[in-house]
């Protein structure tokens, strides 16, 4: 007796509450499990980073444990040298302190005065309101140091996280490479190297890409900083340039700081304006032509796709979600364009065509028709 196997086809909204259902037991997933795969995501995108360093060192005959090594003490000797290279820009604002101090005590009691004045708000109710406030601040003194503490303690953490995974991953490729053949058999090999390609390219364009973003940026604020006369303008430049990690709105949210710097030191509140000024027309320049033309060529996300992501990695993970969520939104999109059945959910993600120009005549018609005949044969042959 044979009895042939049938798929089950179900109705349309069940599939809808079989997919909702799934992103709802994902997304729970993600956030439950953000401790240890925030840790593994990072790892993965430094692994790429290091490879072709290792590669390079494995080509010229260096064991791979000791090419992986030797890569990833010169990254952690290179972060190491920036973190110290910051701490001695942020140690040096000692010697202003005391002037920064007393140009704060100023502005306050010039609002004081004004809420005394304009807004009949007496001193005594003031001072009163500032001292609630304060042993409000104070009262939660040890739950603030409780949570820096151990922020900082999860820093570390997850620092040697990401470079124990890192060495694994570095040092295990191939044999990931042949778990995905295993798990995936019934997919042709080379389809599964070109998916891996694919993944590895756009993580490497897209880090490549964002160093030279922060670069640009940087020097940019820098320029505009130093033409304002700001101090530390190169260290408050590139300080803002690191914070285009969180997408849209991080350059802006690095004005802040040396806008009120100056403020507080020069008492020149034009000054501190142009700051703000010098920070928002070079994010201007960041969003419409720098990244777009440097990165996002290579991630190729619809700006609606973008925005949409955003949010919901910075729901889940937090701050290390806003940085994550452009790159891994590009690794997913290679992924549903490899498959045949999450193609649309790729397209949608991905950039949208721009409308053919209309055409004017015969003569552009009898030009453009071989062009497109050769396209149409191009997508029935990889059908």
Known sequence: MNIRSREIELPSYAKLVCVLLSLVIIVYGLHELQGLLIPLVFAILFSVLLFPLVQRLENWGVPRILAIILCLVLALGALTALFWGVSVQISSFSEVIPQFVKRGSEYIDSIQTFADEQLNIDRKRQVSEIKKYLNQALAEGGTILTTTLLATTSIVTNLFLVLLFAFFFLLYRDFFRSFFYKAFDDTRRSKIDDVMSGIYEVVKDYLAGLVLVILIIGTLMTVGLLILGVDYAVFFGFFGACLVLIPYFGISMGSLLPAAYTLVTQDNPLKALGVIGVFLFV?????????????????????????????????????????????????????????????????????????????????????????????????????
């Open 283 to 383: 994010q201007t320049l960041e969003g419409n032509f720098i990244t777009p033309y440097i990165v996002g060529s290579k991630v190729s996300i619809n700006p609606l796709a973008a925005i949409v992501v955003l949010i919901l990695w910075e729901n889940i993970w937090g701050l290390p979600g806003l940085i994550l969520a452009l790159p891994m939104t590009a690794i997913i999109k290679v992924i549903f364009d490899s498959v045949d059945a999450l193609k649309p959910y790729g397209f949608v993600i991905g950039e949208a065509e721009k409308p053919r120009p209309p055409i004017k005549n015969l003569q552009e018609l009898a030009d453009q028709l071989p062009k497109r005949a050769m396209k149409v044969g191009k997508v029935e042959e990889k059908n």
